[in-house]
């Protein structure tokens, strides 16, 4: 069975710093790998989509990484603002397409 | 096209009565999640349909759960006899490998309905 394992739990930053989040997964034969947000109370809003065969993707300040060999991904958030503040959450997709796997998320708190 | 729409968004009720869940998919997707998140956790996977195919099912998931997705569009999660555990969001997800705006795979996701079971 699939375990992702994101890391930290929680992270507390300035305002203005770059952070690195984390997110490892126990079965490499994967399809994709998906990031969210998730703001209190809310659903998931999609960030990035990493096909397998990608090693990374961008999207304005955030660029996520796969290392599908070591069973690895980041997400990297440049100059990072208080209204990032969220619970990021990565998931990974199987081939068939009828389960994604997701980790318990970081909590983010970006201080201004 | 708004998105993937859950209703209701909050429902309390007591324990022993069913609830309904309704979800309409972004129009055309073919791939329908249903997922439950509880506080500090990641989304769990419930089950999952191909057009109007129930494909998977969660092992985790009682006899007491039963979903649907007639047509293949909307779908409705149903608990009965519900129970204090069964308190959680239940989020609903859909995606689509053909062409559109909303295809290549990307998953996405409801705003969720808060159950609570006093």
């Known amino acids: 069975k699939q375990e992702v394992t994101q890391i930290p739990a929680a992270l507390s930053v300035p305002e203005g710093e770059n952070l690195v989040l984390n997110c490892s997964f126990t079965?490499?034969?994967?399809?994709?790998l998906q990031w969210f947000r998730q703001d209190p109370g809310k659903g998931l809003t999609s960030l990035l989509l990493?096909?397998?065969?990608?090693r990374e993707q961008t999207s304005g300040r955030l660029n996520a990484s796969l290392d599908k060999s070591s069973g690895r991904s980041t997400l990297y958030i440049a100059a990072s603002q208080p209204g990032d503040s969220a619970t990021y959450l990565c998931a990974v997709g199987r081939y068939n397409f009828n389960k994604f796997y997701f980790g318990s998320g970081t909590k983010l708190n970006v201080k201004p | 096209d708004t998105g993937v729409s859950q209703n209701p968004r909050h429902k309390i009720t007591k324990r022993g009565q069913n609830v309904t869940f309704r979800c309409d998919p972004i129009s055309e997707h073919n791939r329908l999640y249903w997922y439950r998140q509880t506080l500090g956790q990641g989304p769990e996977f419930l089950t999952y349909?191909?057009?109007?195919?129930?494909?998977?099912k969660s092992r985790l998931l009682s006899d007491r759960f039963s979903a649907e997705r007639p047509k293949g569009s909307f779908s409705t999660l149903e608990i009965q006899r519900t129970e204090q555990g069964d308190s959680a969001m239940y989020l609903c997800?859909?995606?689509?490998?053909?062409?559109?705006?909303?295809?290549?795979?990307?998953?996405?996701f409801g705003e969720g309905s808060w159950l609570t079971v006093v």
């Open positions: 997800a859909s995606s689509s490998n053909r062409g559109g705006l909303y295809s290549g795979n990307t998953i996405y």
């Open positions: 079965d490499s034969a994967i399809y994709n």
């Open positions: 990493i096909q397998s065969s990608q």
């Open positions: 349909f191909q057009n109007e195919a129930q494909l998977e």
